[in-house]
């Protein structure tokens, strides 16, 4: 579904509407002239008797077209002399309405921490959502307008605190201007938004919207993980890796742009970050679109520190995303999700209006190409914890130790053909030797090959034994890295000293590099060089460290238990007569090379 402007300035409205004007303006010009030659002029009033003015026409078509283009659209006004108040809440959420503009002005979610982890998480942005826009607010193309829609005050339904389930409305009028904001809550993360604009007699496109990201965007890297998704159920879209129907689509800050419109139909849309997303669910797909929101904003490097009058390398220039969608034809009805990417919770949120596809949120959590193994692992993960140990960093050491035995086979493998190529490394390069002076476009150089692949086949070596055990292993840890990137329970989430497993950690990092050095020490490498293996053992390792270090906690912790597994591993494989006899063979080709 490609980009659009506006829809209500159509290609080509401006020049009509300018035909208009002109053609209007000559036919003034004409009958004035045509009037003053043939028509009688009027009658002359007495001096001494003032004028009186004619009674209002009864019917409003006495009234000329012109005139009647000029009566204001409303008569009726309707808005509050101060600003108010007033507070929803429940279980989950705790929400602050101000009747300025009817949008909130927090929105804190009970059960999750900021990342200060002193107290709970407001998904309002402050600092973005004074620039660019309170949640809930509405959205106009005409900045004009959409600056009247959101510090107008309404009069609100309701004062004060209320307890779901309940429900508010905001109303406001003047002169040309009728908005009516409705919200009901219950006792979920769901809420029922109605909403509609009447300016100049007409009903206006006015979406609802959510402007200015989430509270736990603190850092460059919190911003960047953004994006705005939206699900399409009749997309015929294929996902990279696994051949199915992709319904979800999502877009990265590179793809979108400020006030762009994205028709539908899509049975949900909206803007999200790591952890906590705020959806749209329309209730009419076919007429919804979203109005997609990009804005600039300079921010401090660290949390906490002022950006205002901060140096250049103390602060950052971020994209700061937001998402409005609505019903293009009318008054705009709708259900919006406001809270975690949590997978339980977003299973829970029926979607009807999706006949293709899971009828429900599931699709906002992006589990990557590798989803067809993330959400299983992940759906384990959640399992060891509720019922084995309540822990998420113990039960990701528990499901480490288990992938890795299960992986046992293929480790053994990889080991067994490595250390026969190396056996038969001297034969090869004897054979290698014999047809060196052959070029490769030679005829008789095939003959190396057919002795190379008899000597394989005579000592049961397969050339590709030690890199298809990594190519099968290498989706797990692909998948494990997505599963934990996403994972919300992962965020603040202890273990020994580690105080979120969701955030960077220089120990296990650290610990990692070591194992991998060991790792390396351990494991004879076929056909490589000492002095090759002498700097893999130490450049590779440092490389990893270097990847991992800003990584999730999690991640490492799983990836180092997994060398230190490999290394008890390798150690009884070194035991066995192959391994014995590959490390005396490397040995000798040591001394060689020392003399």
Known sequence: MADYQNPQQEPGSERRLLVVILITFVVLILSQTVLKKYMPPPAAQPENHPVQAEPAAASPSAAPASTAARLPSNTVTKQASTETETVIENDLYKITFTNRGAQVKSWILKKFDNDAQNGPLDLVNAAAAQK??????????????????????YVASNEGNLTAPATITFEYADQDLVVRKT????????????????????????????????????????????????????????????????????????AIS?????????????????????????????????????????????????????????????????????????????????????????????VPTIKNDSPDLRGIVNFGWWGILSRPLFLWLKWTYNHIVHNWGWAIVIQTFIITILLLPLRITQMKSMLKMQRIQPQIKNIQEKYKKYSLRDPRKAAMNEEISALYKKEGVNPAGGCLPLLIQFPFLIAYYRMLGVALELRHAHWLWITDLSAADWVLPLLMVVSMIVMQRMTPQAGMDPAQQKMMTIMMPLFMGFIFFKLAAGLNLYYTESNLISIAQQAVMNRTKLGREMREMMEKRARKKEK
Do not use: C
């Open 132 to 153: 660019f826009g309170y949640p809930l607010s509405l959205f106009a193309y005409d900045e004009a307008l959409r600056n009247r829609l959101t510090s107008a005050l």
């Open 183 to 254: 919200f009901h809550f219950d006792h979920t993360y769901v809420l029922n938004v109605e909403t509609s604009v009447i300016y100049k007699g007409a009903e206006i496109f006015a979406p609802p919207a959510w402007p200015a990201g989430f509270g736990d965007e603190l850092t460059p890297a919190s911003y960047a993980a953004s994006g705005i998704d939206y699900h399409n159920d009749a997309s015929t879209e294929r996902s990279g890796y696994i051949f199915f129907p992709n319904y979800v689509t999502r877009l990265g800050v590179k």
């Open 258 to 350: 400020g006030g762009n419109t994205i028709k539908g139909p899509f049975e949900w849309a909206g803007t999200g970050d790591q952890y906590f997303t705020a959806i749209f669910i329309p209730d009419d797909p076919g007429a919804s679109a979203m109005v997609t929101l990009h804005n600039p904003m300079e921010i401090a490097q660290k949390p906490g520190l002022n950006p205002i009058g901060a140096g250049s390398k103390d602060t950052a220039n971020i994209d700061l995303l937001g998402a409005a969608v609505g019903n293009l034809r009318g008054p705009t009805t709708e259900r919006m999700y406001v809270g975690p990417k949590e997978l339980a919770v977003l299973d829970a949120v029926p």
